[in-house]
């Protein structure tokens, strides 16, 4: 059996009918062994993404403001995806959970990796895979630096007997068992770190557009594709500001020489960018 590593974008998980395409995206190919979700991102212009819900949640709690409505933007979202799909998961119990630990002081990385957190429960169990908590195999040293040797030891003997696994992006754990973060975009990361972690064939990143273009199609209506790059190519448009990827998610694949290659959630039949 080969293996996939599929990380899924925020737009890609921003409700059920997105999970939906995730799902049959991921049971079309049963190398696709490991799948490292976002939260769920915007679901059409001028939403927002869950977690700068939880950003303004961890906000409105630090200032003594009231919690509760921008607390049950973020609890609609996943229940809404949770019943849509028709899966049994409580996911309430995860979310009061989340809430008392916030008011108790947890602090702000923890708040916001709780959209990864809970956004893999909810995939996990529609997918039937395992769930692995990225706190457990992802780490960072006391000075919040990724730690890379403890982390690639941790995965390669976690995923060693694991046919199929969810990991959350986005986050993981600190020596002191504390939850942080990596900055924005960092799911693309962690779907690289599980990539070198289980020796993948492939790290496919799917995103909402047909692949690596060569300009922002948010600027520029209808930029050519481009369908293969090298690694210093994608690392210098990703510094330039080409933010397909996580410019930081390069070097983990590019030491362990596995092919990247960006996918379209919404445009399966397209091979995207290699
Ligand atoms: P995800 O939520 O899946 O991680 P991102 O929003 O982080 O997705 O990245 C995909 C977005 O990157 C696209 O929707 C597009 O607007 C933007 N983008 C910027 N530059 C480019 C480019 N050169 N090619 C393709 N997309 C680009
Ligand atoms: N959800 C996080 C963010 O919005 C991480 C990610 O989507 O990659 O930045
Ligand atoms: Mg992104």
Redesign the pocket.
Known sequence: MGSIVA??????LADASQMEKVRNIVMANRDRRFIVP?AP?KRFDGDTKVTDLLYELKHTVEYGKDHKKVFAKICKRYIEIRDALGLSIKIEDYLSQVEQDILEGESSDYTASRGEYLNGLLLADYLGFEFIDAADVIKFDRRGKYDQSTTMDLLAHRLRDVDYAVIPGFYGSMPDGGIKTFSR?G??ITGAIVAAGAEADLYE???????????????VPN?RK?DCLTYRELRE?SYM??????EDAIFPVFQAAIPIN?RN?NHPEETGTM
């Open positions: 990380k899924f974008g925020g737009s890609s976002s991102g975009g799911s693309d990143n799917w995103t909402d557009v047909d692949g690596f273009l060569m300009a922002d199609p948010r600027i930029p481009i448009l500001g080409a933010n397909v990827l996580h960006v959630t």
